[in-house]
């Protein structure tokens, strides 16, 4: 069987791990800590980021900071995962979800402003599989209404807007390191603070509502509860496990865009037939190889594809329900109907990507794919 995904092991992660055991110190906020966030900031020119224990807790600490009140409004693609949306439910927000573009799952940045009004609070683009939103639109319009932009950048880790590092470009950057992600820690996240009111705040949050991260710089002479918060840092076994991985992006990288290379040209000629479609990239935008997809012509031919994969020992994957029509917020969601959001949802199939796989597999892979299209002699 070829899995949808296989999570990669470095090999230097254990070495790490042992350096945590031997020097004792296991909580948060130790060595491995500062060093996952110094590369972060170095790497992708993010000035003040925090190690989370995953990307929802990330999007949980922006809807604190942003100050959501029971009532207010937050704009997103219903094409995501649960966690958008969920972080700032839980602050009481109101989410106005909007369809994804035609041509990819990315949002339709034009189904924006109509929907600002005084209740609204943030902005939370999402760059799918890694491809970048136009930030440089979202951004002006963040400003024009005094509005927060929170990008979830769970899937974009190393890809780049115009050059900028995906994450360093609204107010928020949030990442995870989910073993399904690019780099993983198994579970993990980091949170990027690109707006420098929020530093101090941040940390507090992060730290139970304690000051104690000042404490531990000499800042104050001792520590207490001071806001809200909660424990969102990960354990220094968990940030050694990260460093090992961050320290092997580019070859990680290197291999996964060779990967993406191969489904690409190996499947061009029948994108060319219109057999089924793969998204264009914008020329804003790169691609960090996350993830491999192709949409169908139809909701039946996906689920009949998925099918003959798995009889061939192949395990292709698809996600995202439209989260407006999710049965914890379909009667809450406003009467707008979200056409793309839906298509992705019915047709959009994910192909196995991760570093084990071999240039072969692929071969195979795609040569099913071909067989599958010939049999079923629609083209
Ligand atoms: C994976 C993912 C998340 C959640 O990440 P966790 O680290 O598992 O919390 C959120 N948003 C998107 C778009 C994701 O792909």
């Not at 220094?236 to 961050?246: P, S, Y």
Request: charged share 20%; net charge negative; with cysteine.
């Amino acid at each position: 069987m070829i899995p949808f995904n296989k999570p990669y092991i470095t090999g230097t992660e254990i070495d790490y791990l042992r350096q945590v055991l031997q020097e004792g110190k296991l909580s948060g906020n130790g060595l491995f800590t500062k060093k996952c966030q110094t590369y972060f900031e170095t790497r992708f020119e993010i000035s003040k980021s925090l190690l989370t224990t995953s990307c929802t807790d990330s999007l949980e600490m922006t809807a604190i900071l942003s100050g959501i009140c029971p009532g207010d409004e937050v704009i997103m693609p219903s094409y995501t995962f649960v966690s958008t949306a969920l972080a700032f439910v839980r602050q009481g927000a109101v989410i106005r979800f909007i369809d994804s573009c035609d041509d990819h799952p990315n949002m339709d940045i034009e189904q924006i402003e109509p929907l600002i009004n005084s209740k609204t609070k943030a902005i939370v683009p999402v760059h799918y599989a890694g491809v970048a939103c136009d930030m440089d639109r979202i951004n002006q319009i963040g400003k024009k209404y005094g509005i927060l932009i929170i990008e979830d950048a769970a899937q974009a880790i190393d890809s780049y807007y115009n050059g900028k590092a995906l994450g360093s470009l609204g107010d928020f950057g949030c990442f995870s390191f989910h073993d399904t992600k690019n780099i993983q820690c198994g579970e993990g996240g980091l949170l990027a603070i690109n707006n420098e009111v929020y530093n101090d705040r941040a940390e507090i949050i992060w730290e139970k509502g304690t000051n104690r991260s000042a404490f531990f710089r000499g800042q104050i002479d001792k520590y207490g509860w001071v806001d809200t918060g909660s424990s969102f840092l990960p354990s220094e076994l968990t940030a050694a496990f990260l460093l090992a991985q961050l320290e092997s992006l580019e070859l990680i990288q290197k291999k996964r865009k060779i990967l993406w290379q191969t489904y690409d040209s190996n499947l061009s000629d029948l994108v060319k037939r219109e057999w089924f479609t793969i998204p264009s990239i914008p020329d804003y935008a790169t691609n960090n190889a996350h993830s491999f997809f192709i949409v169908c012509n139809s909701p039946k031919e996906r689920t009949e594809l998925i099918h003959y994969l798995r009889e061939h020992n192949i395990a292709a994957a698809f996600h995202y329900q439209s989260l407006h029509q999710s049965v914890y917020y379909k009667d809450k969601h406003d009467s707008r109907i979200l056409p793309n959001s839906d298509k992705f949802t019915n047709c959009l199939l994910r192909l196995p990507l991760y570093n084990d796989l071999g240039e072969v597999e692929i071969n195979t892979i795609c040569s099913i794919v071909y067989d599958f299209f010939k049999l079923i002699q629609k083209y």
